[in-house]
């Protein structure tokens, strides 16, 4: 549906004006990732960007995209997977109905 938007949306921003951005979250971390080292490498023009990793989703997650977190366990390797292993550093949190794994995200923060 959008498969230009990682070649266009860093141009609008700096077209509007917008030399720096951190993504909110992502459903695409990858993509998010990759767009990055290109900006930093200076192979495509684009805001600074730092990074999100996924959106950290408990029972009712929104969308199926998104990895629904299994309990307390399962928050803990999400996050030290992204943090240790693609130098994210930050996370967004969504966890109305998952208190052990909101907890669990605490205690590494």
């Known amino acids: 549906m ?3 938007m990682g070649s266009s949306f860093p141009r609008l921003y700096l077209a509007l004006g917008v030399t720096t951005i951190r993504t909110t979250g992502s459903v695409a971390p ?3 990732l990759e767009i990055k080292k290109l900006i930093d490498g200076g192979r495509m023009i684009g805001p600074k960007m730092h990074i ?3 959106y950290l989703e408990g029972r009712g997650s ?3 995209v998104m990895h629904e977190l299994t309990g307390a366990d399962d928050a803990r390797r999400m996050v030290n997977f992204w943090a240790d292993h693609r130098r994210y550093l ?3 949190v969504a966890l109305p109905h998952a208190p052990k794994q909101y907890i669990a995200l605490r205690v590494l923060m």
């Open 52 to 54: 999100t990793a996924p």
């Open 2 to 4: 959008y498969s230009n």
């Open 30 to 32: 990858f993509t998010d």
């Open 62 to 64: 929104f969308t199926p």
């Open 90 to 92: 930050w996370m967004a």
